[in-house]
């Protein structure tokens, strides 16, 4: 089945900095790249996704790529600020029909 | 329009105890998800239902875990015999489609503690 790999596990960036998270994922028919943020006491909620036919996708400060020969995509944070210290999830759909979420990443950014 | 609720927000049980969550999907999403998270830890598939059905129930932990889901809406997930590694974050989450191809939005979730 579906493995994802996400790396680091923690993350410490300087505000103004950029923050970058990336993942592995096993399964050569996953097409579809959600990343997930989850702030403390709250459900994962969305920030972007990629699919197959694509290779970067951009959401103001925010951007992922997709490089599907390697199986690896990361998420690109730019300009951090305070607000997004969080825990982010990366996740690849599977061919069971649901999706496989990384281990995470707790990203801090330091005032 | 409202977000998927899930109920309680806080369950604190003793050992052996039986335990009822609960989770209200998004109107009109036919999928729904279960997760389990601990502390500090990923998001742990439980199992999913596609409208009353569940056709992956492969995470589910033991057999003291049951899920059912009514009228293609709200969905109970109890747990029997509760025991202290039971203890984490319960989560739901649905989508409008089954497949792992579209958004899932997900609750609060129902923060769980075995004593």
């Known amino acids: 089945g579906e493995n994802v790999e996400q790396h680091p596990s923690t993350l410490s960036v300087q505000e103004g900095d950029s923050a970058v998270i990336k993942c592995t994922y096993s399964?050569?028919?996953?097409?579809?790249f959600p990343w997930y943020k989850q702030e403390l006491g709250k459900g994962p909620q969305l920030i972007i996704d990629?699919?197959?036919?694509?290779g970067e996708k951009k959401d103001q400060r925010i951007a992922v790529t997709l490089n599907k020969t390697a199986k690896h995509f990361s998420l690109h944070i730019t300009e951090t600020q305070p607000e997004d210290s969080a825990v982010y999830f990366c996740a690849a759909d599977s061919s069971a029909s649901k999706i496989i979420f990384g281990s995470g990443t707790r990203l801090s950014i330091r005032p | 329009g409202a977000g998927v609720s899930q109920s309680p927000s806080n369950k604190v049980t003793e050992k052996g105890k039986d335990v009822e969550l609960r989770c209200d999907p998004i109107?009109?999403?036919?999928?729904l998800y279960w997760y389990r998270q601990s502390l500090g830890q990923g998001l742990e598939f439980l199992i999913y239902f596609q409208g009353n059905s569940a056709p992956d129930k492969s995470g589910l932990p033991s057999d003291r875990f049951s899920a059912e889901r009514t009228g293609g809406s709200v969905s109970t997930l109890t747990i029997q015999r509760t025991q202290q590694e039971d203890s984490a974050v319960y989560l739901c989450a649905s989508s409008l489609e089954n497949g792992g191809r579209e958004t899932q939005y997900f609750g609060p979730g129902t923060r769980l503690l075995v004593l």
């Open positions: 990629i699919r197959s036919n694509v």
């Open positions: 399964d050569s028919a996953s097409n579809y």
């Open positions: 109107s009109g999403h036919t999928a």
